[in-house]
């Protein structure tokens, strides 16, 4: 069993910052690329970051400048520091993570719980 926790949402007002963590644990062999979706009230879910193993970024062009994904291989986690926010980046944030479980052949993808970020204006 992979279970990912995530912490670090809540309200800010606009041109705050939050930090976003999320901790993968459980039977794992090899965890590629980590990422950040978020969804907000009658959208679509989004890809807002991701990172892979070896520590390549990549960013929609709304966040990029203010937003910043990292990780930490050894902890299994994966971080999304949030500056600059606005009230347009209000959303539930999901982490997401593509892994290889010990004994497993191929990769699973596995989405965190959610964590809600409002940006008050």
């Known amino acids: 069993q992979v279970q990912l926790v995530e912490s670090g949402g809540g309200l800010v007002q606009a041109g705050g910052s939050l930090r976003l963590s999320c901790a993968a644990s459980?039977?794992?062999?090899?965890?590629?690329?980590m990422g950040w979706y978020r969804q907000a009230p009658g959208k679509q879910r989004e890809l807002v970051a991701a990172?892979?193993?070896?520590?390549?970024?990549d960013y929609i062009d709304s966040v990029k400048g203010r937003f910043t994904i990292s990780r930490d291989n050894a902890k299994n986690t994966v971080y999304l520091q949030m500056n600059s926010l606005k009230p347009e980046d209000t959303a539930v944030y999901y982490c997401?993570?593509?892994?290889?479980?010990?004994?497993?052949?191929?990769?699973?993808?596995?989405w965190g719980q959610g964590t809600l970020v409002t940006v008050s204006s």
């Open positions: 997401n993570v593509h892994l290889l479980p010990h004994g497993g052949f191929r990769y699973l993808e596995v």
């Open positions: 990172i892979t193993s070896g520590g390549s970024t």
């Open positions: 459980g039977s794992i062999f090899e965890i590629n690329v």
